[in-house]
């Protein structure tokens, strides 16, 4: 079994911004390798790969199964319909291939806590 | 010393999303009211408040130090220029009150972290 994981991201015109999801991808590598063979990243609109590219690229790469990770906060259209409608023409395509969709982060348990965090002490002095 | 958060999201034609945001913010409010006395959301674009209006109605309210915390995931240019531009205006505007762009979430020490903890056990099985 050869399992694959694809963060898929909303995409940007800025390249800096396409190749932050990069890193965060090879972070996800590093924080979550066991059990998955591949980890690699797509994007909605605006850059390369797109999902379904993303897709179709770990599946030649030989993955079996491939779970879909949308880094996105909250359930706008993108969410609820743009990025279903990608995955579901490749399920459609290659029906011998596990390709589920994952929640989108935004309704990770751990979110509110790492907001929370991201607020600095009432007693620090502001930013410059 | 009545210190205020303004979370920014995105915004979405979908109300649920939007809703989703505002659910979210009652959730930072019940991790980190310690110190904060105001905790209010407001988005880039498709939802109200706008983030102008969402300072000034902290402000309004008896802030005199207000965080702005961007709810984005990566710096495109919502995050790069949109979103400074909107909180330079409102420095402008109010010279006595300490109003501070926080870095964006994408930036957190925990999100890859979140990331993996998404991720099924390579042993279970695929969603229905």
């Known amino acids: ?3 694959a994981l694809l963060l898929v991201a909303h995409g940007s015109r800025m390249t800096r911004s396409n190749d932050e999801i990069r890193a965060m991808t090879e972070r996800v590598r590093e924080f979550s390798s066991d059990g998955y063979t591949l980890i690699d990243c797509a994007f909605l609109e605006l850059a390369d790969p797109s999902i379904g590219d993303g897709i179709e690229r770990l599946i030649q790469q030989g993955a079996d199964r491939v779970a879909v990770l949308p880094y996105f906060l909250a359930a706008g259209r993108h969410v609820a319909e743009d990025i279903p409608a990608e995955v579901n023409t490749k399920i459609a395509e290659h029906p011998s291939v ?6 989108y982060i935004g309704t990770a348990e751990a979110m509110p806590q790492l907001l929370a965090d991201m607020i600095p002490s009432p007693d620090s002095e502001p930013a410059a």
């Open 1 to 3: 079994m050869v399992r």
């Open 98 to 103: 596990a390709i589920e969709l994952l929640p």
